[in-house]
């Protein structure tokens, strides 16, 4: 829980919303709440593995077509 309170009535709005969102930078919630947003199942070994090898063909395929000037 992050807490920002005014140190006196004189503090502008400004002031304690730059302060409030230094404190949220600083412990990480903010990067914590976006990598929980979205849920991914956990992907089997062999699952990972064929997804490795199709990722290396179409690279190897790119890598092939820039080199022979088609792209």
């Known amino acids: 829980m992050i807490q920002v309170t ?3 009535s ?3 709005a400004e002031n304690l919303l ?3 969102n230094r404190k949220v930078q600083q412990s990480g ?3 914590v709440v ?3 947003q979205f849920f991914e199942k956990p992907i ?3 699952e990972r ?3 490795a090898i199709i990722r290396q063909e179409r ?3 790119k890598l092939n077509r820039i080199k022979l000037g088609l792209r």
């Open 29 to 31: 919630a903010l990067a």
């Open 10 to 12: 004189k503090e502008s």
């Open 18 to 20: 730059r302060r409030f």
């Open 44 to 46: 089997s070994k062999t």
């Open 34 to 36: 976006k990598s929980n």
């Open 6 to 8: 005014r140190k006196d």
């Open 49 to 51: 593995r064929r997804k």
């Open 59 to 61: 690279k190897a395929i």
